[in-house]
């Protein structure tokens, strides 16, 4: 398992990733633009926020520090002592007929009026600066201002509610301006992300359908080579890996990459001098998230090699389980599998490590920004150069703008491991089926059912040949038998007929046709196989019988298990062909399941019949039922079968003995008896083991 790993790690996939990873997202480019516009809208929304509470604070909460006007306009206005005093005018621009300032000391407010406008300009800054207070008497307060003093008046609540009328209509609009942005973002978030899971969803399922029928299309010599727990984990956590990214991580990515421009650009408008104050650990966070970056990345690629390697050693040891036990070696498994998991915790332990350290940094550097941004600000706003409002918009924005960094780190992290899974997925999509077929191929009216063998050598790995120069002519309709030591090349010979695999020398011929010129599913379609290993799919006995071909009908299927004396079994069941089956028909005996497969093999009406050791683990009354139904079944058909028990192909109206590959003998039973040669020795050997 170690060498498969070491090879996956090193292995880069070198094709083109993005290109082929926004090809998915080609059909849902709409979807993810309006997601994108609506992420958009919600990030302008959190960049206005603190402005909106900002303004509250500097114009009505703090607003009593500037100045009223004296007018003659009595609509929307506040009326105090007979006079209309107004707040909406521009002090550089639009005189009044007199103004009025208001003061705030030790938690009271006093009132002063009749001010020209040079006395209004200095009230106002006094008022917004440290109060100069030269004396205090129960009702009043007088300020020293640069040039003379200035007595203003205590207000009563009632006073006060009056003067402030403006201001609390001003919090009141503010404030239902607030909530209906709130809903507004509520509601773009909502959709985001409804639309963008939706598409997401959308896309893992293509590719995981992608993937599926892809896995079908490839040959045997490539499930020869790569474990099923490796194609699982393909199908299942890799392409999940890739769900993330497309529902979450892309339109975030952009959001995040927004809020951190919009928060750099709105600080340094309000004022630069403290956005480069509250920006300069930056460079710290920059250095620090490349080095986690790079780093996450390699460990997301062990822990999916590792994830496969794992998934693949519990599916080959799970489907094993009985050989375990028989074995007694369920304590070594066990350390083997403590060993692989104890390799995948610690590249687990390496990540959250990371992580561990990463965020808690990331945690300190923006709240040692905040702090700083506090000091100086509230220094500034001491001075008078820094309103509260505006000190208020940075230390939100100082809070808030680490945040995206650290998703925006996060999120990266969650590419490369979608990346390293999408590397993964492309090489095995990349895989190419070396069963070729022409563009234009040959079409049969129907299959006959001749074979020929024209001098074929065929290898399954390199230069070592199963098949060495073998020739032979099965006409329609005969029997013909393969026989020979383990080895020999019989079941070569059998996968070969069905193009499981192509030879490198010589010809396979159907109804003299080069199966290289006719379709795959042609020719699978008219051979039914029976094998020794039965594979029974969890579900029930009509499904299986069935195989998912609907053009199969209910009295095919029971007239097909009639045939092969299946029905003996079935009709005992207590739901009949509606009996539930477990994975592999482990509620079945291998005589059963034996019969189910021939019903199986018998309800597609095959023209060529393959019977690679069919009654190999067949009891003897089992067998007697088998036999007799193989009559029926060879009835018109051409059949080829392989057997070692040679008591079962006696019938057969041609043997063909292999050895080492290469034919050796040919003919009858009684015929290759009188050779006294390898199908002799054969035949005696099994005759006298019996006795």
């Not at 019977?611 to 051409?638: P, V, Y």
Request: hydrophobic share 40%.
């Amino acid at each position: 398992m170690a060498g498969i790993e070491k090879e996956q790690v090193i292995t880069h996939y070198t094709g083109k990733l993005y290109s082929r990873l926004f090809e998915y997202m080609r059909p849902y480019v709409k979807k993810f633009l309006v997601a994108l516009i609506l992420v958009l809208i919600v990030s302008a929304i959190s960049l206005y926020e603190p402005i909106l509470i900002s303004r509250t604070i500097d114009t009505y909460i703090g607003g009593y520090a500037a100045p009223y006007g004296v007018t003659e306009d009595s609509v929307a206005q506040t009326c105090y002592n007979g006079q209309y005093l107004t707040k909406k005018f521009d002090f550089e621009k639009d005189a009044q007929k007199a103004y009025a300032q208001m003061f705030y000391y030790e938690d009271q407010y006093y009132f002063i009026t009749d001010l020209t406008k040079e006395q209004s300009a200095e009230t106002q800054k006094l008022a917004s600066d440290a109060l100069p207070v030269v004396s205090k008497t129960a009702d009043s307060i007088t300020v020293q201002g640069a040039s003379q003093q200035y007595k203003a008046v205590l207000l009563d609540k009632e006073d006060l509610a009056t003067l402030r009328s403006m201001d609390y209509r001003g919090v009141r609009n503010l404030a239902i301006t607030y909530v209906v942005i709130m809903i507004v973002m509520a509601f773009c978030s909502i959709s985001q992300t409804l639309i963008l899971q939706g598409a997401g969803q959308d896309i893992i399922y293509n590719i995981r359908n992608e993937v599926f029928h892809h896995v079908h299309t490839l040959p045997l010599r490539f499930f020869d080579t790569h474990p099923v727990g490796q194609i699982v984990t393909r199908v299942t956590n890799d392409v999940e890996a890739l769900n993330n990214m497309y529902a979450n991580v892309i339109v975030s990515l952009i959001r995040n990459v927004v809020m951190i421009i919009g928060y750099a650009v709105v600080m340094f408008a309000l004022n630069a001098k403290m956005a480069l104050i509250g920006f300069v650990l930056l460079p710290f966070v920059v250095v620090t998230t490349y080095r986690f970056t790079k780093l996450s990345r390699s460990i997301y690629r062990k822990i999916r090699t590792k994830v496969s390697a794992l998934n693949t050693f519990l599916s080959e040891h799970i489907s094993g389980m009985k050989l375990i036990q028989v074995f007694a070696r369920e304590e070594a498994k066990y350390n083997q599998f403590a060993d692989a998991t104890d390799d995948l915790y610690k590249s687990r332990r390496k990540e959250l490590m990371v992580y561990s350290i990463f965020r808690p940094i990331m945690n300190f550097t923006g709240n040692l920004a905040l702090a700083i941004v506090l000091y100086r600000g509230a220094n500034s706003v001491l001075e008078g150069t820094l309103t509260v409002g505006t000190l208020y918009v940075f230390t939100s924005y100082i809070r808030s703008f680490f945040e995206p960094i650290q998703s925006l780190t996060e999120q990266f992290s969650t590419l490369q491991n979608a990346f390293a899974s999408a590397e993964k997925i492309f090489t095995l999509l990349d895989e190419k089926n070396t069963i070729v077929e022409k563009s234009t191929p040959v079409v049969l009216d129907e299959v006959k059912g001749k074979i020929e063998f024209k001098n074929v050598w065929f290898a399954y790995d390199g230069e070592d040949f199963v098949l060495r120069d073998v020739s032979f002519v099965i006409n329609p309709g005969e029997k013909v038998a393969f026989v020979g030591a383990t080895g020999a090349g019989k079941s070569s010979i059998l996968n070969l007929i069905g193009r499981y695999y192509d030879i490198q020398k010589g010809e396979i011929l159907i109804d003299d046709v080069n199966i290289r010129d006719l379709t795959t599913s042609q020719i699978r379609s008219a051979i039914g196989q029976v094998q020794q290993d039965v594979f029974v799919f969890t579900g029930n006995i009509r499904d299986n019988i069935r195989l998912l071909n609907t053009d199969i009908t209910e009295e095919e299927i029971e007239k097909a298990s009639i045939a092969v004396n299946a029905s003996h079994f079935i009709d005992n069941l207590p739901q009949r062909y509606d009996e539930p089956v477990t994975e592999r028909g482990s509620t079945l005996s291998a005589g059963q399941r034996q019969l189910l497969s021939f019903a199986r093999t018998l309800a597609i009406n095959p023209t060529i019949l393959v019977m690679d050791e069919a009654t190999a683990n067949i009891d003897t009354e089992t067998e007697q039922l088998i036999q007799d139904a193989l009559k029926t079944m060879m009835e018109g058909r051409t059949t080829i079968m392989v057997a070692h028990r040679l008591s079962t192909i006696q019938h057969a109206d041609n043997i063909i003995v292999l050895h080492k590959g290469k034919i050796r003998e040919s003919g009858t039973h009684q015929q290759l008896l009188r050779k006294d040669g390898i199908y002799k020795k054969l035949y005696e050997l099994q005759l006298y083991s019996n006795v």
